[in-house]
Every structure is written in C-alpha cells, then in structure tokens.
C-alpha cells in the first residue's frame, strides 16, 4: 500500500496522552455498537464461533468487547499499523496479534470460524482481494462498513473529512452486497444502524455544537425509523453484514 496511506494509520494510533485516552475513549463507544453488529449477525450461523480473526483489528478494541461478550474462545488480530498492533497486544482478551500487509493471511484455509472486516474495505484501494482473503481463511465473514454514497455525505466538506482519515470508497448497500458475492459468498443477514445519540454528540466541544449534534441524532433516527432504506440515500447509516460461503 501506498506510504502516505500507511501513515494515515500510524498517525490515527500515535496521539500521546489527552488525545490518546478521548480517540480510545471514542473507539470504545464505536466498538460498542461494531460488537452488538456482530452479536446479532453471528445468530445467522447454525453455530456459535469459537475461533474469530479481526483483519484490521485497529487497537483490537472491538474483539475486546467480544470477549467481555463471551463472543469466540479464541481471538486474533491482525493489522497494518505497528502502533495499533502494540495497544492491541495488550488486552487480555485477544489471543495473538500480528502485523500484515494488507493482502494475505497467514494461515491455511478455514482456519477461522469467524473473520471481521470492520470499517476497512472502504480503506483499501481494491477492497475485493482482501476480502477474498479473508473469506479463504474463514468460514464466514462479517463485513461493517459506512454507506457514504448519500447525498448529505456528497458536500464537499464532507469529502474532506474522507481525506483525512483514510476513506477512498463511498459505498452503497448494493456496492457491499456486489462485492460479497463477487468474493463467493452469499449474505446470511444484514443489518443498518443510524447510530446512537452519544456517537453525534461526542466530539461536540460547544453547548450549541451539542444542541445541533443532538437534533441531527434525533432528526436522523425518526427519518431512519419511518424509512430505513430512503434513509440511506439521505445520510451516512453504518452496514453490517455476515457472509457464508455460496450455495450457488
Ligand atoms: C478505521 S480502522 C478500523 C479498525 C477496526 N477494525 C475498527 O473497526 O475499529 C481501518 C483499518 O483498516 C486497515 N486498512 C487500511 N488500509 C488497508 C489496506 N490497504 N489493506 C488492508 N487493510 C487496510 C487498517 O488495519 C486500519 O486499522
């Protein structure tokens, strides 16, 4: 992958001290709704997982939460980022964490009951082969991604808020769902999530930012209430589905 990509992610996991404890205290409240995601599709499978691989497990804060869960028995990681690597080698809930390039696994077919793809195919320039990788290496694949091709998500700010954090696909349903079957696997379900009050509100810093967080959350949920899939064309919600290996 390109170097200035590589360092977005570095840079993302390097932030020292009052910075580090809010970008891990917002990473955890992400994680929180990325573990329910993944609670609720895995009902999908005719067994629980005992054995999952996070590819692009960032911090690893996501199989942490699993673990608290008691989702899985054994939990590995694997991610491109040294410094990601090292904050995840740290939690007792995660088994092994390794560093890879990006492309390939290293280990043998089926090796995992469970992979996860959680916000990191609209990271990589050709998202297919990572997830053909990842669905070589497990037998089902959850994939979570943001569905930014929307209209509020078309402004040119925020196209400027992609660029800075690493974002070069914006994705719809049907562009996951298309490259879930070109990776041979077909959805067992999905979900769509228009996120929480406390995810809009948390890098509020004004009591009117807070104000306009709060009615954007508010306003986001009764529109995604009453029309979940328009809603979709309307603003950013979060995709999340689990893919089995096709009965076709
Ligand atoms: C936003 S983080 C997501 C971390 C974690 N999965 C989560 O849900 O919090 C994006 C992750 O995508 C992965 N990634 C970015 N570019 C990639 C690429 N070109 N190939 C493979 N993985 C990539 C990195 O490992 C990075 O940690």
Redesign the pocket.
Known sequence: ?PAE?RDV?EQQYSASDADARRYGAW?EL??QG?ADHVTRLIAALPERPRTIA?V???DG??LTLLGRRGVGEVRHGY???ER?VRLAEGRPEIARVERFD?ESLPVADGSYDLGVL???LE???DPLP?LRETARACRAVVVEVPLEDNLTASRPSAQAGRDAI?HLHRFSRGDVRALIAAAGLDVAAELTDPLPRTVHTFFAATATARIKAEIKAAGRRIVFSLAPRPAERLFTVHYACIGVPSAA
């Open positions: 992958m990509l992610y990473r992400c994680a990325k996070d692009g497990c960032g804060v996501l991610e491109l980022s990601a990006g959680s916000h990191v990271h990589v320039p990572l690493g």
